[in-house]
């Protein structure tokens, strides 16, 4: 690559800390990638660079960088190996896994399950459980459960970000409120992180182990830091905590402070402007030429942002690559950038819609040269807010067949088909219905009135085809009833209930078979539809999985989630990123940030919309006014305009920017400032432009996955799509998490070997008691999984013997790019092996992969699908560690981990419960070439949108998580198929009555 003299400065620094000032376009992402790969060729180990990125898209972007250029550099040793290039976030959660055992039984709370934890939590009861938000629901504008939640939310976050002392801001019910969030979330049984808990307990965790913390700085050579201005006050304490204030290891920030658009996260653009004054031997390297943008856009962009009180000044330029190696200005074409006005919103859409259809196919020229027609993944609609804003444009463009991806729309609940599902659980909870109104408040039907929407919904949904002619609310209503009588069974004591009913029900399940009754097995349903159900089974999932035990007095907490956070932030479900790889994207400035499109289109520039009318508002808290600084959070003039300049400079070359004009709402000064003689006067003819054959962009055709979801495709088409596209979820049951606990476990007893410990069946049976910890789970079930996981793990190390010795690394992350299909392949080995093969010719380390099982064999027929499983999963996981590691796969094994042999029929027959899988290179060449020919499929199924029940004539539907509603179901048993007797549920907790067997235990009803 042909760098600039700053890039080529930027790469070679090497005597102190830097700071790379990049302005939009400028490269900065192929300036890092050629920072750690200079490093690499002078022989930095690999594992001691460290990439701290914003999120995990620009992660894998720059991983991807980083490798090419490493390849250029040292052919011959082209794997990253264990650099590390991801959030702060994960990072901070390796370490504290690898170094902290105690942290592997914690997971990760996403704002979702948060929100969902709190809302199940929400009233204080007097025997002490519960949190307490009816205490602070008063304090509120609206005083409605969800704007309580909400704004406790963003008192949490302040809490963090400035270190507030609970026990001193005068408040003893906010204070109450919150020590209980956090002994719930943080604290047995739950054990949950949410992201601020990580950075805290990241912190602490180093800051109380100093022989630690001295391990990992001797250990980390050089940190990078990317988007630095976007870091809030908890990162920059931890990024000066592993870096010695700057002293060793040596730092590397990259930003820009007129990109810095976090403040109302607590994000502090002071970090990178007083970079300098902070940390000692500071080099300073400014990036201003940009080579994404002409230079109408950038001048426009420019001059928009120079408006900013405090920024550090820059003179960016618009550059483009000579033939000759030499830089020239890129300069735009007259009537590249448009405006325009329109009297109302769907006006504005249509416009949008015809310059969508029109600038297809035309001739775009690539930075390298090369030049090719526009798709739709070459453009981009941004908007302030997508909720209130989004849909008309994405209604247009699907009235006109053109693929489109929307993100933050918030609107799931807009949709009637989630609206009727909602409202069934309003029945089966015996709680009032939340129906929102036109005015934007909320109606609460009652049961009468619900049961009559439910009538009306299913009418309508079946009259406008987004159900088929099998629903009938009659028989909707009729199931409900007697499902609410179960629930009512379940809901007594057990010497009243009914036999084999037990107190415990899963959300899912019931949410399945209500699809089941609504005809989802008979009828075929339109996508939409599909895509919004879905949706709401992640979210039925995100509330099962900070629940311990559900019982049916939970379902009116469930109601409660549904009712007020969830129908205000969840989105609509829909084609998502990977099924619609070329798409136009409708989505936030905030998150298009790092992203960029030859084609943006920036509608809704009026007034109170952008800027924001809320720009000089603080967050909504409980905090006393007095305990806390707002400043940090108000984005003010200078906030929006820095949001004003991401947004421009996200585009290449064809930037439109429009405004609705009309009484009371008008153009503002944004729209207004924007002067140049390459723009079109308002009203002007758009000029006509030489079209060839529309070509997708090469990045829209990456397709990441992982082995499993690979699997599921080749189990059953459908089931792929209902699992990984649609994100329908199977649920939660009681042995959920059995598998990963004991996974944990293993890998803490292979760092002991690693570190040269002894390991014992002692030491396994002490590590069970103290790690082995189900979230949902309790009682009998537990015990018995407790010893079967005990016993499993006994067998194994006895069986292992002195071969742990042989322990080289314990779940060894990988990425695999298949250029072949053009497919991105995450995955995890169990456990790398030093292996002894001199029969192997290599200059690369000889090591062995092991994948472990935790199943439970009993039939030939059982074990033969491990076996091909093993076969298929270990040998793609061999072709990705040749790949991603200086290593060479030379042995594989799968190895089951039972509480008990295998029966006595299968040893006799000479099966083993340590699998032998061959991953020579021939059995890689065809392990890859397979990879191939599956993702080709994948992506002919995904441009048809066409997934076939293929799992009904390959037998796979009996044990399908979705038999319950999937037509191919019905077409599996026809076709003589044995029909399931249990539910998936109830299937797992038959699994546990098996796993008692095998313990000698027995479950009890």
Same mark, same amino acid.
């Given at each position: 690559m042909?760098l600039?003299?700053?890039?080529?400065?930027?790469?070679?620094f090497d005597?102190?800390?830097?700071l790379i000032l990049?302005c939009a376009g400028s490269g900065?992402?192929?300036?890092?990638?050629?920072r750690?790969?200079?490093?690499?060729?002078?022989?930095?180990?690999?594992?001691?660079?460290v990439?701290?990125t914003?999120?995990e898209?620009?992660a894998?972007?720059l991983?991807?960088? !980083?490798?090419?250029?490493?390849?250029e550099?040292?052919p011959?040793?082209?794997?990253l190996?264990d650099?590390y290039?991801?959030?702060?976030?994960?990072?901070?959660l390796?370490?504290l896994r690898k170094?902290?055992?105690r942290c592997?039984?914690?997971?990760?709370?996403?704002?979702?399950r948060q929100?969902a934890?709190?809302a199940a939590?929400?009233?204080?009861?007097p025997?002490?459980?519960?949190?307490?938000?009816d205490?602070?629901?008063?304090?509120?504008r609206?005083?409605?459960?969800?704007e309580t939640l909400?704004?406790?939310?963003?008192t949490?976050?302040?809490?963090?970000?400035?270190? !507030?002392?609970?026990d001193n801001?005068g408040?003893?019910v906010?204070a109450?409120?919150?020590?209980?969030?956090?002994?719930i979330?943080?604290d047995h049984?739950n054990y949950?992180?949410?992201?601020?808990n990580?950075i805290d307990?990241?912190i602490d965790?180093l800051?109380s182990?100093s022989a630690?913390?001295?391990?990992?700085r001797?250990?980390?050579?050089h940190l990078?830091v990317d988007?630095?201005?976007?870091?809030?006050d908890?990162?920059?304490?931890l990024?000066r905590l592993?870096?010695?204030?700057g002293?060793?290891?040596?730092?590397?920030v990259v930003?820009?402070d007129?990109?810095?658009l976090?403040?109302f996260r607590g994000a502090k653009?002071?970090?990178?402007?007083?970079?300098e004054?902070?940390?000692?031997?500071?080099?300073v390297v400014r990036?201003?030429?940009n080579?994404r943008?002409?230079h109408?856009?950038?001048?426009?962009?420019?001059?928009?942002v120079?408006?900013?009180?405090?920024r550090?000044n820059?003179e960016?330029?618009?550059?483009?690559?000579?033939?000759?190696?030499?830089?020239q200005e890129r300069?735009?074409?007259?009537?590249d950038?448009?405006?325009e006005?329109f009297?109302?919103e769907?006006?504005?859409?249509q416009?949008?819609a015809?310059?969508?259809?029109?600038i297809r196919?035309?001739r775009f020229r690539?930075?390298?040269g090369?030049?090719?027609?526009?798709?739709y993944?070459?453009?981009?609609?941004?908007?302030?807010?997508?909720?209130s804003a989004?849909?008309?444009f994405?209604?247009?463009?699907?009235?006109r067949d053109i693929?489109?991806?929307?993100?933050?729309?918030?609107?799931?609940?807009d949709?009637?088909e989630?609206?009727?599902?909602?409202?069934?659980?309003?029945l089966?909870?015996?709680?009032d219905f939340a129906l929102?109104?036109?005015?934007g408040g909320?109606?609460l039907?009652?049961t009468?009135e619900?049961?009559?929407?439910v009538?009306?919904?299913?009418?309508?949904?079946?009259?406008?085809?987004?159900?088929?002619?099998?629903?009938?609310?009659t028989h909707?209503?009729?199931?409900l009833?007697?499902k609410?009588?179960?629930?009512?069974q379940?809901?007594?004591?057990?010497?009243?209930?009914?036999r084999g009913?037990g107190?415990r029900i899963?959300p899912?399940d019931?949410?399945q078979?209500m699809l089941?009754?609504?005809g989802?097995?008979a009828?075929s349903?339109?996508e939409?539809t599909m895509?919004?159900?879905g949706?709401f089974s992640n979210?039925l999932?995100?509330?099962?999985?900070?629940h311990?035990?559900i019982?049916?007095?939970r379902?009116?907490?469930l109601?409660?989630?549904?009712s007020n956070w969830?129908t205000?932030?969840v989105?609509?479900?829909g084609?998502s990123e990977?099924a619609?790889?070329n798409?136009v994207?409708i989505?936030?400035?905030?998150a298009?940030?790092?992203l960029?499109w030859?084609?943006?289109?920036?509608?809704r520039?009026?007034?109170r919309?952008?800027p924001?009318s809320l720009?000089?508002?603080?967050?909504e808290?409980?905090?006393p006014?007095?305990?806390y600084?707002?400043?940090?959070?108000?984005?003010?003039d200078?906030?929006?305009?820095r949001?004003w300049?991401?947004?421009?400079?996200?585009?290449?070359k064809f930037l439109?920017v429009?405004?609705?004009d009309?009484?009371?709402?008008?153009?503002?000064?944004?729209?207004r400032?924007?002067?140049?003689?390459?723009?079109?006067p308002?009203g002007s003819a758009?000029?006509?432009?030489a079209?060839?054959?529309?070509t997708?962009?090469?990045?829209s055709n990456?397709l990441?996955?992982?082995?499993?979801?690979l699997?599921?495709?080749r189990?059953?088409?459908?089931?792929?799509?209902?699992r990984?596209?649609?994100d329908?979820?199977p649920g939660?049951g009681?042995?959920?998490?059995?598998?990963q606990r004991?996974?944990?476990?293993?890998?803490?007893?292979?760092?002991?070997?690693?570190r040269?410990?002894t390991i014992?069946?002692?030491v396994?049976?002490?590590l069970?008691?103290?790690?082995?910890?189900?979230r949902y789970?309790?009682?009998?079930?537990?015990?018995?999984l407790?010893?079967a996981?005990?016993?499993?793990?006994?067998?194994?190390v006895?069986?292992?013997?002195?071969?742990?010795s042989?322990?080289?690394?314990a779940?060894k992350?990988f990425?695999l790019?298949?250029?072949?299909?053009?497919?991105? !392949?995450?995955?995890?080995?169990?456990?790398?092996?030093?292996?002894?093969?001199s029969a192997?010719?290599?200059?690369?380390?000889i090591i062995?992969?092991?994948d472990?099982?935790?199943?439970?064999?009993?039939t030939?027929?059982?074990?033969?699908?491990?076996?091909?499983?093993?076969?298929?999963?270990?040998?793609l996981?061999?072709v990705?560690v040749?790949y991603a590691?200086d290593?060479e796969?030379?042995?594989?094994?799968?190895?089951?981990?039972?509480?008990r042999?295998?029966?006595d029929?299968?040893?006799?027959?000479?099966r083993?419960e340590?699998?032998?899988?061959?991953?020579?290179?021939e059995a890689?060449r065809e392990?890859?070439?397979?990879?191939?020919?599956?993702v080709g499929l994948?992506?002919e199924r995904?441009q048809?949108r066409?997934?076939?029940?293929?799992g009904a004539?390959?037998?796979?539907?009996?044990r399908?998580?979705?038999r319950?509603f999937?037509?191919?179901?019905e077409a599996f048993?026809t076709a003589?198929g044995?029909?399931?007797?249990?539910?998936?549920?109830?299937?797992v907790e038959h699994?546990?009555?098996?796993l008692a067997e095998?313990?000698?235990?027995?479950?009890t009803?």
């Amino acid at each position: 690559m042909q760098l600039t003299d700053a890039q080529r400065e930027a790469v070679t620094f090497d005597s102190g800390n830097l700071l790379i000032l990049a302005c939009a376009g400028s490269g900065k992402t192929e300036t890092l990638a050629c920072r750690a790969a200079r490093m690499v060729q002078d022989g930095v180990p690999r594992g001691s660079i460290v990439a701290f990125t914003f999120t995990e898209h620009a992660a894998t972007e720059l991983k991807h960088r !980083i490798r090419r250029r490493v390849e250029e550099a040292i052919p011959e040793e082209p794997a990253l190996g264990d650099m590390y290039v991801g959030t702060i976030h994960a990072y901070c959660l390796q370490i504290l896994r690898k170094r902290d055992p105690r942290c592997r039984i914690f997971e990760v709370m996403d704002e979702t399950r948060q929100a969902a934890l709190i809302a199940a939590n929400f009233v204080r009861f007097p025997g002490g459980d519960g949190i307490g938000l009816d205490r602070l629901r008063t304090r509120t504008r609206s005083r409605t459960y969800g704007e309580t939640l909400s704004t406790f939310l963003a008192t949490l976050n302040v809490i963090h970000q400035q270190q !507030i002392d609970i026990d001193n801001i005068g408040d003893t019910v906010l204070a109450s409120a919150v020590r209980r969030y956090r002994e719930i979330a943080h604290d047995h049984p739950n054990y949950f992180f949410d992201f601020n808990n990580i950075i805290d307990r990241m912190i602490d965790f180093l800051q109380s182990n100093s022989a630690v913390l001295g391990e990992i700085r001797a250990e980390l050579q050089h940190l990078f830091v990317d988007e630095y201005q976007d870091v809030d006050d908890r990162q920059e304490e931890l990024i000066r905590l592993l870096t010695d204030g700057g002293r060793n290891p040596s730092l590397t920030v990259v930003g820009d402070d007129d990109q810095a658009l976090y403040g109302f996260r607590g994000a502090k653009v002071d970090n990178i402007l007083d970079f300098e004054k902070k940390y000692p031997d500071v080099r300073v390297v400014r990036l201003e030429d940009n080579f994404r943008s002409t230079h109408a856009i950038v001048s426009i962009a420019d001059e928009a942002v120079r408006r900013v009180s405090k920024r550090i000044n820059k003179e960016p330029k618009a550059r483009i690559g000579a033939a000759d190696g030499s830089l020239q200005e890129r300069f735009a074409d007259p009537g590249d950038i448009l405006l325009e006005t329109f009297p109302s919103e769907e006006a504005e859409a249509q416009w949008v819609a015809d310059r969508i259809q029109v600038i297809r196919g035309t001739r775009f020229r690539e930075n390298d040269g090369t030049e090719r027609g526009l798709d739709y993944g070459d453009m981009a609609i941004l908007l302030r807010s997508v909720r209130s804003a989004g849909a008309p444009f994405a209604e247009a463009l699907r009235d006109r067949d053109i693929p489109v991806v929307v993100t933050g729309t918030g609107g799931l609940f807009d949709n009637e088909e989630v609206r009727l599902v909602q409202a069934a659980f309003s029945l089966l909870a015996r709680a009032d219905f939340a129906l929102p109104n036109e005015s934007g408040g909320i109606r609460l039907l009652s049961t009468a009135e619900t049961r009559e929407f439910v009538r009306r919904a299913v009418s309508a949904l079946r009259d406008n085809r987004r159900l088929g002619p099998s629903a009938n609310s009659t028989h909707l209503l009729s199931w409900l009833d007697r499902k609410r009588a179960e629930l009512g069974q379940r809901a007594v004591a057990r010497t009243e209930r009914s036999r084999g009913l037990g107190a415990r029900i899963y959300p899912q399940d019931i949410f399945q078979q209500m699809l089941r009754e609504l005809g989802a097995r008979a009828d075929s349903w339109p996508e939409s539809t599909m895509f919004n159900l879905g949706a709401f089974s992640n979210l039925l999932t995100q509330f099962e999985s900070v629940h311990q035990w559900i019982t049916p007095a939970r379902l009116k907490s469930l109601v409660l989630f549904l009712s007020n956070w969830a129908t205000r932030h969840v989105d609509e479900g829909g084609v998502s990123e990977l099924a619609a790889l070329n798409s136009v994207k409708i989505m936030t400035v905030h998150a298009a940030k790092g992203l960029e499109w030859p084609v943006v289109f920036l509608p809704r520039i009026s007034s109170r919309v952008f800027p924001s009318s809320l720009r000089t508002r603080p967050p909504e808290t409980f905090l006393p006014s007095e305990s806390y600084d707002p400043g940090p959070y108000v984005g003010g003039d200078d906030g929006e305009r820095r949001l004003w300049y991401v947004a421009l400079t996200r585009c290449a070359k064809f930037l439109h920017v429009s405004s609705l004009d009309r009484h009371g709402t008008r153009p503002t000064p944004y729209f207004r400032e924007i002067d140049h003689d390459c723009v079109f006067p308002l009203g002007s003819a758009p000029p006509e432009h030489a079209h060839i054959e529309a070509t997708p962009p090469a990045d829209s055709n990456l397709l990441r996955t992982t082995y499993s979801d690979l699997a599921a495709f080749r189990r059953c088409e459908r089931e792929y799509q209902l699992r990984a596209l649609m994100d329908f979820s199977p649920g939660v049951g009681e042995q959920f998490g059995y598998g990963q606990r004991i996974h944990d476990i293993l890998a803490e007893v292979h760092n002991m070997a690693i570190r040269g410990e002894t390991i014992t069946p002692d030491v396994i049976r002490r590590l069970v008691v103290q790690r082995f910890h189900l979230r949902y789970t309790r009682g009998k079930p537990f015990d018995i999984l407790q010893r079967a996981a005990s016993d499993a793990l006994v067998r194994y190390v006895e069986r292992a013997g002195d071969t742990l010795s042989r322990a080289r690394a314990a779940e060894k992350p990988f990425e695999l790019i298949d250029r072949e299909s053009g497919a991105l !392949i995450v995955g995890v080995v169990d456990l790398l092996e030093r292996a002894d093969d001199s029969a192997l010719p290599s200059q690369r380390e000889i090591i062995g992969l092991v994948d472990f099982k935790a199943s439970r064999i009993r039939t030939m027929e059982e074990y033969e699908e491990t076996v091909d499983a093993a076969l298929e999963q270990l040998q793609l996981y061999a072709v990705g560690v040749s790949y991603a590691f200086d290593m060479e796969p030379a042995v594989a094994t799968a190895r089951i981990l039972s509480p008990r042999p295998l029966p006595d029929e299968l040893r006799t027959s000479g099966r083993d419960e340590w699998i032998k899988v061959a991953v020579d290179p021939e059995a890689q060449r065809e392990a890859a070439a397979k990879l191939s020919d599956t993702v080709g499929l994948l992506r002919e199924r995904l441009q048809k949108r066409d997934f076939p029940t293929s799992g009904a004539t390959r037998g796979k539907c009996g044990r399908c998580d979705f038999r319950t509603f999937c037509p191919g179901y019905e077409a599996f048993v026809t076709a003589g198929g044995s029909a399931a007797t249990n539910t998936p549920a109830e299937e797992v907790e038959h699994q546990t009555d098996l796993l008692a067997e095998d313990t000698d235990a027995r479950s009890t009803p």
